[in-house]
Every structure is written in C-alpha cells, then in structure tokens.
C-alpha cells in the first residue's frame, strides 16, 4: 500500500511539472503583449482586420441574441461535478464615421457571469434600435467594456448561426460575408499576465518536494547509521609483538594441567600425579579416505 501512494504521489510531481511548464510556454506570448499594452481597439477594425490570436479591447453596443450555447462540465474522477453555460453572442459593430467602415457581424463568446447579465440586458436594446433604424436610440443598458481574443470560429457555432439567421433575406453565402473572419473570446488581462509567473510556481512545487523529500531520507538514514573504528585485521598465525617491551609471560605444562579441569578446581590434591585416561578409541571404518 506505501509503494502504491508512493507511486501516485510520484505520477503527480511529473504531471504537475510539465502542466506548469506547458502553462508557461503557452501563456508567454500573451503576457508580453498585455504587459506591452500590445492590442487592438474593435472599433478601428473592418470585418477582415482581424489576425487569429490578436489580443483586442473595446465597448460592445449591440448584441442581436445568442446563437449558441457551449456547456462545458468539470469533473471529479470521472463524476460530474458542475456544469457551466457560456453563450455565444451574434453582435454588431456599427461603422465609424472616421475609418468609413461598413457594418458588420461578430460572434461573441461571454465566459464571465457579469459579462452574461450584461450582454443579456443589451439584446432588448438592440433590437428596439433595429426596429427604429435611422432613429437616435437611447436606453439604460450600457455598453460593454470586454477583454477579447481574436481566435476561428468553430464549424458548428457557424452552423448553429446560419440557422440563427435563416429568416433573413440573404443567401448563406451573403451571409458569411457580412461576418469578420474571426470570432472574439472572451479573456481576464489581468490574470493572463500573470499566467507565466503560475506556471512557473506550479512547475517548481513538485521540483522542491522531491529536493525536500531527498534531503528527509538522506537525514533518516543518517540518523540510523552508527560508524565504528574498525582497527587493523588481527593475524592469529603470528607470534604476539613486545612492542612495548614488557616481559613475555609463559605457562608451565604443570601449571595448565593445575588449573585445568580435572586436576583444577574441585580436584583431590592427593591425585596430582593421576594421568589422564585415554580417549576412546573412534571407528573409522566407514569413512572413505
């Protein structure tokens, strides 16, 4: 079971460093960008002025209505958890009177919940101005200021627009036409310039468990680990050395057999001159020499 989590825990420092460092890769370009203060205004832009990936800024004033819906789920090991509704706006961008640039279409994607409300309140707006072109439109609803990014529009957010728009006069073609070339997403600068900096923190908390978790085990096995003076190897094969010049020390033969059991300890001084009876004779027979 310790190798099991010790195995997950492991597959999840990897996973987090490299989603931190794709985070990085992917969110330097923008970052630089909005640091730079690098984007575009909608309303100095003509339906084809739009590159994929541009950063823009700008005021949203008509919103005709919501063609599509994207739902998007997360989930908890598979378990559905929340669920989020996030509309896709067909807007208008009127002609500035300074460029000379003829009106056109655009497709909104809102993520933010003030920003849905906000879009929501305008379509009355708008489509009371339609009703009364030509005419000077007030109304409360005012527009809104939206942090975007240029980016394709799905096939089947089109196609969910063109039968948005079936009751129009125009040919789908005519259409598509009156549509910029790119849809704008909805994006927060203020957290995407920091994107980088996240990326990198995710990237360097798995880096500093496993320098931590180096240094716990490096620290518990010295604390297990006892070190001895190991001297020199003894050699029992050579004579004891008198380096320290002390006089040798010998035993008698009949000083061993005096303290030497039978004749030692508990042995009748009368029988010191006993000798000791032979050992036993051992058949070897059965051994094969």
Same mark, same amino acid.
């Given at each position: 079971?310790?190798?099991? =989590? %010790? ?18 890769? =992917?969110?330097?370009? !923008? ?7 690098? =984007? ?11 590159? &994929?990936? &541009? ?15 994207? &739902? %998007?789920?997360?989930? @908890? ?6 669920? $989020? ?23 909104? *994607? ?9 879009? !929501?309140?305008?379509?009355? *707006? ?5 009703? *009364?072109?030509?005419?000077? @439109? ?16 799905? &096939? ?6 063109? $039968? ?21 997403? $909805?994006?927060? =600068? ?21 320098? @931590? ?12 680990? *006892? ?7 003894? !050699? #029992?094969?050579?004579?004891? %050395? ?7 020390? +010998?035993?008698?033969?009949?000083? #061993?057999?005096?303290?030497? #059991?039978? +004749?030692? #300890?508990?042995?009748? %001084? ?20």
């Amino acid at each position: 079971m310790r190798n099991f =989590f %010790s195995s997950r825990i492991a597959v999840f420092k990897i996973v987090a460093f490299f989603i931190g460092i794709f985070m990085m890769i =992917f969110s330097m370009g !923008d970052a630089i960008k909005i640091w730079k203060k690098d =984007f575009g205004k909608i309303y100095d832009k003509g339906r084809t002025d739009y590159a &994929e990936d &541009e950063l823009i800024t700008g005021k949203i004033e008509y919103v005709v209505g919501t063609v599509a819906t994207l &739902e %998007s789920s997360q989930t @908890v090991y598979g378990i559905p958890v929340k669920k $989020e509704l996030t509309p896709y706006y067909l807007c208008i961008i009127r002609n500035d009177e300074k460029t000379d640039a003829e009106d056109y279409c655009v497709l909104v *994607h809102a993520t933010n919940k003030d920003t849905i409300k906000a879009m !929501d309140s305008l379509t009355i *707006h708008t489509q009371f101005a339609l009703a *009364h072109q030509g005419e000077k @439109v007030t109304s409360n609803s005012k527009p809104v200021a939206l942090e975007l990014k240029a980016r394709p529009v799905p &096939e089947e957010v089109m196609d969910y627009t063109m $039968e948005y728009m079936k009751g129009s006069d125009m040919s789908e073609s005519d259409i598509k036409k009156t549509f910029a070339d790119y849809m704008l997403e $909805e994006r927060d =600068f203020s957290t995407d310039k920091f994107m980088p900096l996240f990326g990198f923190i995710v990237a360097l908390i798995p880096v500093l468990m496993f320098i @931590v978790s180096r240094k716990r085990a490096k620290a518990y096995k010295a604390s297990r680990t *006892h070190y001895v003076n190991q001297g020199p190897p003894v !050699d #029992y094969n050579t004579p004891p %050395s008198n380096a320290g010049g002390e006089p040798m020390r +010998r035993y008698s033969a009949q000083a #061993y057999e005096t303290h030497s #059991y039978p +004749r030692g #300890y508990g042995a009748d %001084s009368n029988n010191t001159q006993e000798t000791i009876g032979e050992m036993d004779s051992i058949d070897t027979s059965n051994l094969k020499l």
